[in-house]
């Protein structure tokens, strides 16, 4: 085995993807640590330690990485993911790019790809982009259509909330997130008693029938990417008995060729015998 091969194997045994997996999560405990003062003064150094650490952790791991896929490394879109992470924590924070400190938590994104499970769940996520872009364009078009008629009926009234189009469509999105709905409804109804009637039905299409819609979206695109327990299992059963119905055929071949040859050979003597 080349020394490729064998980092390879290091990498993907399962004691060491389990080590990452537990650096990422103690490195994103400890960034969250570093917010507070209390824990800074008592245990800053410990906390700045365990950063430089697991950074250099995952600088090896990457390296380790690079190393043992070569150029296959470059193929898989979640090693650029990780790299970038990485890189983006190498970049020295001081002067102007001490905002990049606050990056530091992107390091526990690495758990998306260091789980299966949420790779698949991200997968599916992706695989449902368009499906929800058309949904949310479905959306945003039944915003601006109740903001126009909300401005026209609304606007003299509540000019604090429907006076321009700008101001009803930021109303309307905060009614959608369910934000004091009830009570801009009642402002209105105040002045405009069937307003309820308005409110109602912008509510159940923008709030339930999209939500709805989203969710459909994205469990058809789970569906999709991976399959169940159940379907996974007996799609194995029915590999299986495929594979054993081959086996049969090959061997009911064979006979059929004995017998076809056994009656051939009992044809042929029969002849030279008469």
């Known amino acids: ?48 330690t365990i950063d430089h650490v697991a950074l250099a952790i995952f600088t090896v791991e990457l390296a ?16 650029w993911f990780d790299a970038v992470i990485v890189l983006v924590s190498l970049i020295p924070a001081s002067g102007p790019t001490s905002i990049l400190r606050a ?52 606007g003299e009234i509540m000019p604090g909330r429907f006076d321009e189009l700008p101001r009803s469509l930021f109303t309307l999105f905060q009614i959608m997130t369910g934000d004091d709905w009830g009570n801009v409804a009642q402002e209105v109804m105040q002045h405009k008693p069937w307003a ?13 029938v999209a939500l709805n819609l989203f969710i459909a979206v994205v469990v058809n695109a789970m ?29 009911l071949d064979v006979l059929v060729t004995r017998e076809v040859s056994r009656t051939a050979a009992s044809a042929r003597t029969l002849e030279g015998s008469g």
């Open 103 to 154: 990056l530091r938590i992107l390091r526990a994104l690495r758990l998306i790809s260091a789980v299966p499970s949420m790779r698949r769940v991200v997968h599916a996520l992706l695989a449902a982009v368009p499906g929800m872009a058309s949904i949310m364009g479905l959306l945003v078009l039944l915003i601006y259509i109740a903001a126009v008629v909300a401005t026209k009926l609304f």
């Open 223 to 251: 569906n999709e990417v991976e399959d169940s327990p159940a379907e996974a299992q007996t799609r194995a059963e029915l590999a299986a008995v495929r594979e054993e119905l081959a086996a049969l055929t090959a061997k």
């Open 196 to 208: 309820w009637i308005f409110f109602i039905a912008y509510i159940l299409m923008s709030t339930f």
């Open 1 to 48: 085995m080349s020394r490729r091969a064998q980092v390879r194997a290091f990498l993907e045994r399962r004691a060491v993807q389990r080590a990452i997996i537990t650096v990422i999560v103690v490195n994103a405990v400890t960034i969250g640590a570093e917010t507070s003062a209390t824990l800074m003064k008592s245990a800053g150094g410990l906390l700045v």
């Open 64 to 79: 380790l990485r690079l190393y043992a896929y070569g150029r296959e490394f470059f193929k898989d879109p979640w090693n």
